[in-house]
């Protein structure tokens, strides 16, 4: 077929896709991110984009004529008929985004990696000693105390060749591989000092990768992108969506968070620190061995080609949760192909290897104190108890937070209003509400992101300006008003905001086409938004308390608790306890552990005690399932107040509103 | 490229090959097989054929004048320029031969077979058992004391599927797979009917495959062909040259040796015998879930793609003796890709799976009886043992007994001279000799195969024709004369014989092209043929002589002495035993095992303790390297005599001979 040229502005990056390819598609072959909220389904409306060029397009309701007389369409409803320029204008970029890559640390004694190289210094054979080479291969090793090590047919293919051209003098790899020891790469004794691993953090949005040297536990470097199946749908249940309801869905998703992680190792591989570290351009990818990923248990059947239905669906059955370990030729990896591939184990379909991580990293399960962890993403996962018992749930949160379902929500990404604080003074006829704030990027705001959303509705909360039910009260201030999806109260003053600023072409009406600059918007909560962030927060914290009730406890027994996730990094604790998302402990019992995820793939990529405590954790945590379970129901209408119905659960807050209305 | 096509007779074959293709490929490619003794270097000058069409060709020393007139080339090397139609004179057609595919059979206590099929009948999930589908298959399988089973990445991929599909009872097949039980297959519970093995004889010369029911034992059908690698030379030194010093020699066998099986499997599981059985066409390929292979260890590697090269060279290394498991999918045979293939342990480089089944086939191991195993080939191996000790050899016997390195030595295919008897009467001038033979088929003699070749010299030897060096006694007779090659006698005149007697396209002076038929041969031995005969009857015998002599033993100790393979089951064991062959140890000590690399392979896969024993096998036989053994040059030397220097070694031939001469 012919293929055509497309070129996404404002960033100039060009494809060559095939005749007849969604732009949403060419968009991720060029490494361009819309926004797909709905995963391509032509329901959302946020991947608008303007075309210059020749596309055959469905009519859809959600432009409208003004859009459509300027050549805007639908990124996912439209395909390429030839060469094309395509204007993503700022509300459809997937804006990049900041990604906490950092995880608490925790100190190994004694590093004891996945794969382990060893030098084998063999007697060259002869007519006296003439067993075959993969006997003497296995003799060497029983002299190192490796017993009867399994080896793949390919690498059996290249044993000969190996041993005569090290001149019997070889670095052999070796691993432990679901209970047997399997002999994972043949080299020379040179190649021992070049042993590196990977540690994934497979996330619905965002994929990190680290480079870590398994000889020192040290890492290298570490690279993150969005996840390409993004197109496919922004959530997990869009994911499974896609891959049950389209045809190839699977395999395509596969492929999608596949080539991430591949660019991520491939951009890893030609890092600066691997040159400064004398390692060879090219050579690196091959020594590439050893590689433990966690995500959540959607994520890991994608990651692994397996059919996720039967997650969606009562009795929401994973295929697998104690993953075998595989190969990275199992999986299209791009680095050694014998490397083995780790993946931490998921407990159950909505309490998934992340979190199994989470708790490896938290190192809740190594102690007597009764911890408490909480993971609040699109899904909120939370997790009690300590070195002796475990019990974890999950509640679909909603991506409240992650700035979605809400009108002027975003990502934590460059212009995102992610602190803020209110003044309220009486004045004539009303009040004067002073909004301050602070964008990431300190540029002009064009949305707020989860911390800057936990600031706005404390604050509003503090100063009166929203009731315990998230109503908003008349008061007499012109950010006060009713706009079209109800009340509102306006953050940031249309002048002050980037939001919906863009460089438009128009077509005027003798054809010629100009740039024009838009007018930006004002930025505003609506009683509604407020609303579904109540819904999150009361989810999250009618978890937490499900978990206590069931097991006895309050949440004065706990002694620690974790925040997990790149939201808790951000946010500000106190607030958050004021809004009731967190219990009202003491805010010295809180930990805030950074990406879990990331850490603990690290630490079951360094530590076999880890990688046993992983498969512990698995076996004695119990999982509540929520969706059926009344008590949570009870629990989470109780918590639809701000901060909850029952006010003596959170003592400091309710001084603090006691203080604010003496 | 463009294609052409290129058509055999007088099979009448057609294939299709691209532009350049050499004939001999061709022949492959088309089922019809070219001899090639020197594995296509253009050498032997055994590959002759007659084009009519376009071939670029090389100008060969090998093809005489007239010959190269009427158009015949070396099939080796000449490419095909266009549509050409080939035809195989006699001489250079490989002959379909006899294939001794029967093996002795040994009755198993209890079938064990390499995978087993058992019913799972698991829980359907429920929001109080909602364990993972590979977690469930576990608690099944362990509730029938398998645990901690291994599973392959596309198995596990395929799991929701069979679980859901057969409504959670399924049929698992299982194997133990180096030491671990590995799940093989999730299918219907009706599956488990439907259990087939392939056990496999890898003959450098013929493939035989037998198609085997695993749940009943039972040989369903059994198939055999040659192996397609003998266009890369007719003896595994060849093949080994081939592999190295030709361009993708190495994969080239490989693929041919696999194509070979795969032939044989599809024409398996197209057998009449399993309609009859109710087996649906075309699902039995992927029913067979359990292979096991017995080569010797050149081909063990061809057929596992491992590089033969040091085999060949001082000490004799192989890359691999005890073969870990591997799965069809890793080996391109067609059945189900997750079946496990096993391979026959090799004891060393020339002594490999074929006799390690061998001596599985014969039971010697199990038995405290001293027993002597013989199996003669291109080379010869000898074992001797008994339950608690083996020692085995091996040496290049040559090939005389399959009929190369003899002028009118022939494979034992129609038209082969297998039985001979002689009389010889006294006459006026000289003796009447006359000449009594019967050939396979029944039809007019082209040659002799091994056991007439056996017969022949006793005859002569007992007649007095040849003396005790082999050398033609002068006696009067127009069957006996000078050839070109030295003294020759004279088995059948060419008016008796089809040898070189064929239909040959000849140009007429007009240009015409007219079929004659060619005139007869006599079918001689030449002196330098019973040269060749005794070196390999003398290899043999010292082979077993040092064997003995190493473990201080005597023939007359020997409580059994078994002959393996093919050419040992047509023999007059008399005769064998007057030539010096076989030692003179009574009759009643014989015993003919068949085809033992079918047998072995066959017990191997339906019984673990065979399994166990073949492994056993391998760790307590001793090798003795006769290339660098002095007291074989001397035992050698001593039995290059008929039967041998040592007439005190054959006492019923020394008292026959003194009969005859009484």
Not at 217 to 235: F, H, P, R
Not at 434 to 450: M, N, Q, R
Not at 572 to 588: M, R, T, W, Y
Request: with cysteine; aromatic share 6%.
């Amino acid at each position: 077929m012919a293929d055509c040229v497309v070129t996404f502005q404002p960033d100039n990056k060009s494809v060559k896709v095939e005749l007849g390819e969604r732009i949403l598609n060419a968009a991720v072959a060029a490494d361009v991110f819309i926004n797909s909220v709905c995963g391509g389904l032509g329901k959302c409306g946020k991947c608008k984009v303007q075309v210059k060029g020749d596309v055959s397009k469905r009519d859809s309701e959600l432009l409208t004529e003004e859009e459509k007389e300027n050549d805007f369409v639908l990124a996912c409803e439209s395909a390429v008929m030839g060469d094309l320029e395509v204007y993503i204008p700022e509300a459809s970029r997937a804006a990049k985004h900041q990604i906490l890559v950092k995880s608490k640390e925790i100190d190994l004694k004694r590093l004891t990696p996945i794969t382990r190289k060893l030098r084998l210094t063999l007697p060259v054979p002869s007519l006296e000693d003439n067993i075959s080479d993969f006997e003497r291969i296995k003799r060497g090793l029983a002299e190192q105390n490796i017993e009867n090590p399994r080896i793949s047919a390919s690498l059996l293919r290249n044993c000969a060749k190996a041993l005569r051209e090290n001149l019997w003098d070889v670095g052999a790899t070796i691993a432990e591989v679901n209970g047997t020891n399997e002999i994972v790469n043949i080299d020379s004794k040179d190649s021992i000092k070049k042993h590196f691993g990977l540690a994934i953090d497979i996330g619905t949005t965002t994929v990190v990768v680290s480079l870590i040297d398994l000889n020192t536990g040290e890492t290298i470097s570490t690279k993150s992108n969005y996840n390409k199946q993004i197109v496919c749908g922004e959530d997990v249940l869009a994911r499974i969506n896609y891959a049950e309801e389209e045809e190839g869905g699977l395999p395509r998703l596969n492929k999608l968070i596949v080539e991430t992680i591949n660019f991520l190792i491939e951009n890893l591989t030609l890092d600066d620190e691997l040159c400064r570290r004398g390692i060879e351009y090219g050579t690196c990818k091959d020594d590439i061995i050893g590689i433990v990923a966690a995500g959540n248990t959607t994520m890991s059947h994608l990651f692994l080609s397996l059919d996720p239905q039967h997650i969606r669906l009562e009795p929401y059955i994973p295929t697998v949760s104690l993953i075998p370990t595989l190969r990275a030729r199992d999986l299209n990896l791009e680095v050694n192909p014998e490397a083995v591939v780790y993946c931490v184990p998921c407990r159950s379909s909505y309490v998934g290897g992340d979190i199994t991580a989470d708790i490896l990293a938290s190192g809740l399960t190594k102690k007597e104190e009764l911890s408490l962890l909480i993971d609040v993403g699109t899904n909120g996962e939370a997790v009690m108890g300590n070195k002796e018992w475990l019990v974890s749930c999950s509640c679909s949160a909603g991506p409240a937070f992650e700035g979605v379902e809400v009108q002027h929500g975003m990502r934590a990404s460059m212009g995102a209003i992610e602190k803020i604080a209110l003044t309220v003074l009486p004045k004539e006829n009303g009040m004067e509400i002073s909004v301050f704030y602070k964008t990431i990027g300190d540029i002009k705001p064009k949305g707020i992101c989860g911390s800057g959303l936990i600031d706005l509705l404390a604050e509003m909360f503090i100063h009166g300006i929203i009731d315990k039910g998230g109503n908003i009260n008349d008061l007499l201030s012109p950010r006060i008003r009713d706009g079209i999806e109800g009340k509102e109260f306006v953050v940031a003053w249309a002048h002050e905001t980037s939001l919906g600023r863009d460089m438009i072409a128009h077509k005027k009406e003798d054809g010629e086409i100009v740039m024009e600059e838009s007018e930006g918007k004002d930025i505003v909560i609506t009683e509604a938004d407020i609303k579904n962030i109540i819904r999150t927060k009361a989810a999250v914290y009618a978890s937490c308390s499900v978990l206590l009730k069931s097991m006895n406890h309050t949440f004065e027994d706990l002694d620690k608790i974790y925040i997990a996730g790149g939201f808790g990094n951000y946010i500000d604790l106190k607030k958050a306890i004021l809004l009731g998302l967190f219990p009202d402990v003491p805010l010295k019992k809180y930990d805030f552990i950074g990406n879990g995820s990331l850490g603990g793939a690290k630490l079951a990529l360094l530590s076999k005690d880890m990688r046993e405590e992983a498969e512990r954790i698995y076996k004695m945590m119990t999982y509540i399932e929520l969706s059926v379970n009344n008590m949570f129901y009870n629990e989470f209408t109780s918590a639809l107040f701000l901060p909850h119905t029952d006010t003596n659960l959170f003592p400091t807050v309710a001084e603090q509103l006691d203080k604010n209305q003496g």
